[in-house]
T-cell receptor, first 114, second 111 residues
Framework: AAGVIQSPRHLIKEKRETATLKCYPI?????VYWYQQGPGQDPQFLIS???????DKGSIPDRFSAQQFSDYHSELNMSSLELGDSALYFC?????????????FGPGTRLLVL | QKEVEQDPGPLSVPEGAIVSLNCTYS??????FMWYRQYSRKGPELLMY????GNKEDGRFTAQVDKSSKYISLFIRDSQPSDSATYLC???????????FGQGTRLTINP
C-alpha cells in the first residue's frame, strides 16, 4: 500500500538559512499534519491542514510556515534556522472520514542545522 | 507535568514473553487512544486505536483503556524479536487534530 512520502529524507543547513520540507500524503487522504521530534523526545504537533485550510496549530515557531496545495501535498517552510531546529520532522496524513485518530506517518526528514 | 506520561524504559524481555506497556494521562477530554510502534530512524507506525473503556484485540496485540483511572495499556503476546522497537502511546481530543504523545517505551525482545 502507498505510504506518506517525505522529501528530502536528510537535510543539512547552516544557521540563519532556510529550508523547505515536502510531504505527499497517502492517495485520497485530505488532511496533513506536521510533527517535530527532537532527539530522544516524543513527536510534538506543529500544524495541520484540511482541504488546503489550516485546521489546527500547535507549537510552531513564527519562523515556520506551511501550506497545503490543491493536490493535497504540503510544504513546511523554515526560515532563520537555529541549532535547536535540528530534529526529525514527520508528516502524517489521514482521510477526513476516519479522522484524527488514524494518522499515518511518513518516514520523516532529518534536519541538521550547523 | 506532561499531559501523557509513559515509562521510557528500557524494557528487555525474553522471546515469547507477554509484554505490558502503559500510559497515564491527566486530560479527561481525550477521546481516542492510539498505540504507535517506531523503529529506529523510521516514522511511527499506527498499531491500534481505541475509543471506549475496555479491551480491543488485533492479533497478538491487545489495547486496554480505563477512562475512570485515566490509564491505558498495550499487551503483546508471544513477543518476537521483530517487536523490538519504541512504543508510543498517543491521545487526541475528539475534533482536535493534534496527537499528544507519551515519551515512548523502548522495548527489546531477546531471542
Amino acid at each position: 500500500a502507498a505510504g506518506v512520502i517525505q522529501s528530502p529524507r536528510h537535510l543539512i543547513k547552516e544557521k540563519r538559512e532556510t529550508a523547505t520540507l515536502k510531504c505527499y500524503p497517502i492517495p485520497r487522504h485530505d488532511t496533513v499534519y506536521w510533527y517535530q521530534q527532537g532527539p530522544g523526545q516524543d513527536p510534538q504537533f506543529l500544524i495541520s491542514f484540511y482541504e488546503k485550510m489550516q485546521s489546527d496549530k500547535g507549537s510552531i515557531p513564527d519562523r515556520f510556515s506551511a501550506q497545503q496545495f490543491s493536490d493535497y501535498h504540503s510544504e513546511l517552510n523554515m526560515s532563520s534556522l537555529e541549532l535547536g531546529d535540528s530534529a526529525l520532522y514527520f508528516c502524517a496524513s489521514s482521510h477526513a472520514g476516519q479522522g484524527e485518530k488514524t494518522q499515518y506517518f511518513g518516514p520523516g526528514t532529518r534536519l541538521l542545522v550547523l | 507535568q506532561k499531559e501523557v506520561e509513559q515509562d521510557p524504559g528500557p524494557l528487555s524481555v525474553p522471546e515469547g514473553a507477554i509484554v505490558s506497556l502503559n500510559c497515564t494521562y491527566s486530560n479527561s477530554a481525550f477521546q481516542y487512544f492510539m498505540w504507535y510502534r517506531q523503529y529506529s530512524r523510521k516514522g511511527p507506525e499506527l498499531l491500534m486505536y481505541t475509543y471506549s473503556s475496555g479491551n480491543k484485540e488485533d492479533g497478538r496485540f491487545t489495547a486496554q483503556v480505563d477512562k475512570s483511572s485515566k490509564y491505558i495499556s498495550l499487551f503483546i503476546r508471544d513477543s518476537q524479536p521483530s517487536d523490538s522497537a519504541t512504543y508510543l502511546c498517543a491521545m487526541v481530543i475528539q475534533g482536535a487534530q493534534k496527537l499528544v504523545f507519551g515519551q515512548g517505551t523502548r522495548l527489546t525482545i531477546n531471542p
